[in-house]
């Protein structure tokens, strides 16, 4: 049997913000979580945190994946998830 590696391909990812209002994403793969203040975002190139005040999801495309969101936009910050558990609290204790 032959063992086939599945290499993931890295597309390029655009975040367009226009006037902190509105945010256009390319690349988002699935969404974890989404209410008012709070979009998380799996990406191809790691999780985004989108927070702000009265969000609005105004467009959800996975097959393409594209991703809108309207409101007020305070904050877009990314976490990789590998990272994140290598800066858990027992890697943090045990430098």
Known sequence: ????????????????????????????????SFDDELVLAQTDLGILTIKGDDLKMNKLNLENNELIVEGQIIAVAYSDTNQAKKSGFMNKLFK
């Open 1 to 32: 049997m032959e063992d086939k590696k599945i290499s993931k391909i890295v597309t390029n990812q655009n975040i367009i913000m226009e006037n902190r209002e509105k945010i256009s994403v390319t690349g988002v793969i699935d969404i974890h």
